[in-house]
């Protein structure tokens, strides 16, 4: 239950030194008043029996004295936002929960980047940076429902964050994301429109003393085969048919949408929150999805339709402009025994070609794998943190570093069972195309990883130019022991 717990207060957490860690945020929203660093807050505690209470036996009155406590103190002020004591003790103490050494970071970090944080949402709105209210509303769900799944019930989710309605705490919930947004969107305005030359690739790198040019591990470039078990058409049409028996109870019968979603569902994003999205035309959902949802009436419930998720039905609950409310219904045909052994027939049979020299492995991608993301590259695999075909094998995903690192070029692994985005049996073969070994960056060689360690720097040092900038032109105000922090801003405005 700790480890659930831990991981619900890190739910929006990007890194440790970047934007407001999601706990934090709940700490700030549910801080009961805002005192000054220098002030103290007097609060009276008076126990007294019920002193008018004819019918019952006078107890006596114990009156306890006056105690003195500091409720909050304000660490900062960044334009418009308060940052309070609270708010870094609260994200300090989830980095700790989260594994991290004390060592590692200091209080003064942890609160530098909070103000950074303030700082970037502060100045989105002063120009007019657009976050869109579905998009929040979308992030705001999905956060709830992993909540939930995780906690069991919505009433344990209140009582672990010591929140008193759903109402309030969705509130809570949208600011925190769409400031964390906001700063989001404002970091990369700031280096939206930075490039970098052959020139300044060239010097960034000859300014690197020849002792001290990074080394880069072991890299890969890895091509795969999948091949996923066919649906039969009956087991397609039981989920239609079942999807047709929900629609006719919902319209016919006046049954409840949100019921059945929550009991039939198995999209476990939406499932406990009644299949609930608020989503707009630039909300990242299939696309098949968003045309059917916004061809509906207020009201209105769908016909069965089919996404690479599965099938649905959807509701439109409300209509506002471009937003809307939706509920849905997902549910995901079954693969029958028969279909997953006749798939692992097949890529066993595709193993044996490849490995026998009957075909290539890039030319049986083409022809059999069922990934459409990959096939017509012959299954060659992007690295989705580079954007190049390289991968750094000290830093693959565990599970695919179990299946590849033993593997010498052009070599083809066993066949590996996987599962779909649905929880469904699939296959895949995988080879290494390419290996190349740990070694000191090389100009030639290593162009494009050079070339992103320059670009980086470069949007750094613009991001650190605007911050100063904007530091100088924003109400800042640092109380009590954050005073003495060295700061990397110019956060208490010295002059230089």
Request: with cysteine; charged share 30%.
């Amino acid at each position: 239950m700790q480890s659930r717990i831990n991981n619900l207060k890190s739910i929006t957490k990007t890194s440790i030194f970047c934007g407001v860690l999601f706990s934090a945020c709940l700490g700030q929203l549910s801080a009961q008043e805002i005192i000054p660093e220098e002030t103290d807050s007097i609060i009276k505690s008076d126990t007294l029996a019920a002193a008018n209470d004819s019918l019952k036996v006078q107890e006596p009155v114990v009156k306890e004295p006056f105690k003195r406590t500091k409720i909050d103190g304000v660490a900062a002020v960044i334009g418009e936002s308060v940052i309070l004591d609270s708010d870094i003790d609260i994200a300090y103490q989830q980095l700790i929960n989260e594994g991290v050494s004390s060592g590692d970071v200091s209080r003064c970090e942890l609160a530098g980047s909070l103000f950074e944080n303030k700082l970037y949402a502060h100045h989105a709105v002063v120009d007019s940076i657009v976050v869109r209210d579905a998009e929040i509303n979308s992030m705001v769900d999905q956060q709830l429902a992993y909540m939930t799944n995780e906690l069991g019930t919505v009433e344990k989710v209140l009582k672990l964050y010591k929140k008193d309605n759903l109402t309030d705490f969705k509130k809570e919930l949208f600011e925190i994301n769409k400031s964390n947004r906001l700063s989001e969107r404002m970091r990369t305005k700031i280096i939206e429109n930075i490039e970098i030359t052959p020139e300044e690739v060239r010097e960034f790198f000859d300014d690197i003393p020849e002792g001290e040019r990074p080394q880069f591990g072991t890299e890969v470039e890895l091509a795969q085969i999948v091949i996923e078990p066919e649906i039969p058409e009956e087991e397609e049409q039981k989920v239609v048919d079942r999807l047709n028996q929900f629609r006719e109870d919902i319209v016919e019968r006046g049954s409840s949408f949100a019921t059945k979603a929550v009991l039939y569902s198995q999209d476990p994003g939406s499932k406990s929150t009644g299949g609930k999205y608020t989503l707009d035309r630039q909300t990242n959902f299939a696309k098949e999805f968003k045309d059917v949802a916004f061809s509906l009436q207020e009201g209105e419930v769908s016909e069965p339709f089919q996404t690479d998720f599965g099938w649905h039905i959807v509701k439109v609950d409300k209509i506002r402009g471009e937003e809307i409310d939706v509920r849905h219904i997902l549910l995901i045909p079954e693969v029958t025994r028969a279909s997953v052994e006749k798939a692992k027939t097949q890529i066993d049979s595709i193993r044996g070609s490849i490995v026998s020299g009957s075909i290539e492995f890039k030319e049986a991608a083409r022809k059999f794998s069922d990934e459409k993301e990959t096939k017509e590259d012959g299954g060659q695999l992007i690295n989705p943190t580079t954007g190049d075909t390289h991968f750094e094998l000290t830093k693959i995903d565990p599970i695919l570093y179990d299946q590849v690192s033993k593997l010498k070029t052009n070599e083809v692994s066993l066949v590996i069972p996987d599962q779909d985005r649905q929880g469904r049996k699939k296959y895949k073969l995988i080879t290494v195309l390419n290996r190349y070994d740990e070694h000191i960056a090389d100009y030639s060689k290593d162009y494009l990883k050079i070339q992103e360690l320059a670009l980086r720097k470069k949007q750094i040092d613009a991001i650190r130019k605007w911050q100063n900038e904007k530091i100088l032109d924003t109400y800042v105000k640092i109380n009590g022991e954050y005073r003495d922090c060295a700061y990397s801003g110019n956060w208490l405005k010295k002059e230089k």
